[in-house]
């Protein structure tokens, strides 16, 4: 595991931007990623180590001028113990609470699980029915720069982003939601947290009675990234709820997803499960 010959641990973005900038870097946070996947050789550590865990401005979230902003520093259990992510971002706190185990979710950083890109990752479902977006950092010409793109133009492949090697991921933006928006996220394991997601399943939209309005789709699981689901949002975007605009949302996902079979499940399974929990999921919205 280690040709590591230099550590360096910054106390501020613009020092790690300024170690990213010398190339030939594996950045570290929670690690609950990294040290697996580097003890088993699918991620090689490189000559420098940077730890990034003290630097002040990726920690944190905060809400002001309608976007809520939230630091990849922020462990999955300070997500789910944030009255702000439980009270306004409702499918990202329900992804926080069935992460893993507690040791996990205490180490484990939201932006370690988005830069691990993959395709089971559990907050990237409920972020991409936030629409969120990322924010990166580097310092391409000497002084500190940053750009933004949705996440969902930023996960591109398993384990792959849109990352270069000399950014640094240094903020995920959520718009505040307006008081008629509702999200939630469903997750099949074996296990109710700990295991790896046989499927996953975000929904967003704005609700008027039974009438959906913005409506927003993401799956996990069931294709080489998560995925929005822009067939099924216009199965159900300005459509009253009821068991036809239901039935055809349900069809409309089962041809967008393309699963795979595994050692957790075969393909058949997750379209029976997709096709299932989601029809549960709108029932569920329509009847509450």
Not at 189 to 197: K, V
Not at 218 to 234: D, K, L, N, Q, Y
Not at 256 to 261: G, L, N
Request: hydrophobic share 45%.
């Amino acid at each position: 595991m280690s040709d590591i010959n230099n550590y360096v641990a910054p106390r501020s973005l613009d020092e790690a931007a300024e170690a990213l900038r010398a190339g030939n870097v594996t950045l570290l946070a929670g690690g609950t990623d990294l040290m697996p996947q580097s003890r088993s050789g699918r991620t090689p550590l490189r000559p420098t180590l940077v730890n990034i865990r003290r630097i002040p401005e990726l920690r944190g979230l905060s809400e002001s001028g309608g976007t809520i902003r939230i630091g990849p520093l922020a462990t999955i259990t300070e997500l789910r113990d944030s009255a702000l992510v439980r009270e306004r971002l409702q499918a990202l706190w329900q992804a926080c609470d069935s992460f893993a185990s507690d040791q996990v979710r205490n180490a484990a950083t939201i932006g370690g699980n988005i830069c691990n890109a993959s395709p089971a990752g559990d907050t990237l479902v409920p972020l991409l029915v936030l629409d969120a977006q990322v924010e990166l950092a580097s310092k391409p010409n000497g002084a500190l720069a940053k750009r933004a793109l949705p996440l969902a133009d930023f996960v591109l492949g398993p384990g792959q982003t849109a990352r270069a090697s000399t950014e640094l991921l240094s903020g995920i933006v959520v718009a505040s939601s307006p008081e008629d928006f509702i999200s939630s996220f469903f997750k099949f394991g074996t296990r109710p947290a700990l295991d790896i997601s046989m499927i996953s399943i975000g929904f967003a939209a704005r609700r008027a009675g039974k009438t959906l309005r913005d409506v927003r789709v993401a799956f996990g699981a069931v294709a080489p990234r998560p995925i929005r689901a822009p067939a099924t949002e216009a199965a159900l975007e300005g459509k009253a709820l009821d068991d036809n605009v239901i039935g055809a949302a349900a069809k409309a996902a089962d041809a967008e997803i393309h699963p795979i079979s595994d050692v957790r499940a075969s393909d058949w399974y997750r379209r029976e499960m997709v096709r299932n929990m989601f029809t549960r999921m709108l029932t569920h919205v329509r009847d509450h």
